[in-house]
């Protein structure tokens, strides 16, 4: 199983930006899927975003789609993901996760690191 650490996190006043990032350990990075999700106060989990092995295909939620942008490098075994024009209601805790497939990214199959809060204020 990967290993996964997200840091980057923090607080920003809207219209600002961020870029978290996503250490991998464990296995070989390049084999999987890689996705972010977030968690707001007191509601499920939200996809945000996803990209596949070689980082030429990606995937992205509606409410950031122009505004985030998701990326890998895999000689460093790390995900990001670019935030732009930050918005009050982006605030969430920020969750990375590996996968072998897209599918098992969005059915939160995969295994997942421990978030990073992102905070954006009005």
């Known amino acids: 199983q990967v290993q996964l650490v997200e840091s980057g996190g923090g607080l920003v006043q809207a219209g600002g930006s961020l870029r978290l990032s996503c250490a991998a350990s464990g296995r070989t990075f390049s084999n999987y899927y890689m996705g972010w999700f977030r968690q707001a106060p007191g509601k499920g989990h939200e996809f945000v975003a996803a990209i596949n092995w070689s980082g030429s295909i990606t995937y992205y939620a509606d409410s950031v789609k122009g505004r985030f942008t998701i990326s890998r490098d895999n000689a460093k075994n790390t995900l990001y993901l670019q935030m732009n024009s930050l918005k009050p209601e982006d605030t969430a805790v920020y969750y990375c996760?590996?996968?072998?497939?897209?599918?098992?990214?969005?059915?939160?199959?995969?295994?997942w690191g421990q978030g990073t809060q992102v905070t954006v204020s009005s």
């Open positions: 996760t590996a996968g072998e497939s897209i599918a098992t990214i969005q059915e939160k199959r995969g295994s």
